[in-house]
């Protein structure tokens, strides 16, 4: 039960990341803002990280 917490508290943080990480890239895209854009491309890839890291500590046999 505690692995499911864990696989689900990371797919959340993960899904808050890409949705974070998507509005920075945007915003940085219209504002034609290198920087900010970058800020997003790394917080939405840091998302698809923890949201692997969840469905791995959910089914650790698709290692």
């Known amino acids: ?3 499911n ?6 797919k959340v943080k ?4 890409k949705v974070k990480g998507e509005a ?3 915003i940085g895209n219209a504002k034609n803002d290198k920087g900010m854009q970058a ?5 939405k890839a840091k998302g698809n990280l923890q949201d692997t890291a ?3 500590k959910e089914d650790p ?3």
């Open 61 to 63: 046999d698709r290692r």
């Open 54 to 56: 969840g469905k791995l």
């Open 5 to 10: 917490k864990q696989s689900l508290g990371d």
């Open 14 to 17: 993960g899904a808050v990341s």
């Open 39 to 43: 800020d997003g491309k790394k917080d």
């Open 24 to 26: 920075k890239d945007q």
């Open 1 to 3: 039960m505690a692995e």
